[in-house]
């Protein structure tokens, strides 16, 4: 199984030893790939308008789209980790999609198989992307009746 979790954001991941350490533990159930955009593109746009921004992020997402696709909002459906565990059970290729500053375009969520939220409170994208990474590893622990998940 391929997992590829796309992400818009500026700069460094200040929790990338924590999510590397998710995905050296996910190894043996997936291959995790952790995909980051951010160009001049995306940059102007966001200073520019909310349209602007979305547009931006269409452009880097939309020939990205492969696989079970799942796009990452707050108003999406939020699930349990067993409901989630299910969603990626039996998928040879699930693509996560984290939005900008702006979220992700209706036009683009429209695209995708799901749209989830991990909760409703709204969360920095470094710590959405961590919590993320840690149910993915859960949810392959509960799809391989691994103990993990208690």
């Known amino acids: 199984m391929q997992i590829i979790v796309n ?18 533990m996910s190894a043996k159930f997936a291959s995790i790939k952790d ?10 746009a966001q200073t520019i308008d909310r349209a602007s921004a979305l547009r931006a992020y269409d ?3 939309m020939p ?12 999406g ?3 349990d980790s067993m409901e989630f565990a299910k969603i990626l059970d039996g998928k ?4 996560f ?15 995708c198989d799901k749209i989830i939220s991990l909760t409703k409170l709204t969360l920095a994208h470094k710590i959405a ?3 993320l990474f840690e149910q993915i590893f859960r949810a392959l622990c509960i799809n391989a009746n691994h103990p993990y998940h208690k």
């Open 92 to 95: 040879n290729l699930v693509s």
């Open 59 to 61: 452009e880097v997402y």
């Open 77 to 79: 459906e939020e699930l």
């Open 35 to 44: 995909e980051i955009f951010f160009n001049a593109s995306i940059a102007k």
């Open 129 to 131: 992307k961590l919590m």
């Open 97 to 111: 999609f984290i939005g900008g500053a702006y979220g992700l375009s209706d036009d683009f969520k429209d695209k």
């Open 7 to 24: 992400s818009i954001q500026k700069g460094t991941d200040e929790f990338a030893s924590e999510l590397n350490e998710y995905r050296k």
């Open 64 to 75: 990205r789209l492969k696989g079970y696709n799942i796009a990452l909002d707050e108003r």
